[in-house]
């Protein structure tokens, strides 16, 4: 059995082939190198989520499609029980869930994000649209640009995603938010 990060790798290339789309024009819509991108590809690297979004944008498919291979089913609403949302591993000690994966031409993608302890600064990414944070758990930094701002459980921050940002748990203890992502 293929692992999941070979799977999508499998799916991403699948979908640019058909849609007539060469690694070069990716790599390059994605802002990649090539090399990068035909890491993506091979699974010799993970592709981070936001650039399975874009990526996904591009070949005018839903995100649910490279991530778990079938497509939205729900037009009306979509509930998803606790513990039942659609969990993506993306980046070493953040964890993702999503809570609206199985809606058809949703226009924001919310999710569950748990953020393990570690002391590095976050990577720092970049997406289109908007995003909303809002802590459930734990202390999160959240980092735009070059300043972090430190919100407890309770807090929120809303902000314009093109700005190089990331999220860490602060202290030794994990961390959970809710993300609101509407690109």
């Known amino acids: 059995m293929q692992s999941e990060i070979q799977q999508i790798a499998a799916r991403v290339r699948e979908i640019r082939e058909i849609m007539e789309i060469s690694e070069e024009e990716m790599a390059e819509k994605i802002g990649v190198g090539l090399k990068e991108y035909k890491g993506y590809e091979s699974a010799s690297s ?29 037009s009306d609403c979509t509930v998803v029980r606790g513990g039942d949302g659609m969990e993506i591993e993306r980046f070493k000690g953040y964890s993702f869930v999503s809570l609206a994966y199985n809606f058809i031409d949703r226009e924001m993608k919310p999710m569950i994000v748990s953020l393990q302890p570690h002391t590095a600064h ?10 909303f944070n809002y802590v459930l758990e734990g202390v999160v930094a959240v980092t735009i640009r070059d300043r972090d701002y430190i ?17 860490a748990a602060v ?13």
């Open 46 to 74: 993970d592709i981070p989520i936001g650039k399975i979004y874009q990526i996904a944008h591009i070949c005018g498919v839903d995100p649910t499609a490279i991530l778990m291979g079938s497509d939205p089913k729900m």
């Open 122 to 131: 976050p990577d720092l990414v970049t997406h289109g649209g908007q995003e």
């Open 151 to 167: 919100l407890n459980a309770g807090d929120s921050i809303y902000f314009n995603p093109a700005l190089p940002h990331g999220q």
């Open 171 to 183: 202290g030794d203890k994990p961390a959970k938010f809710l993300t609101v992502i509407n690109e």
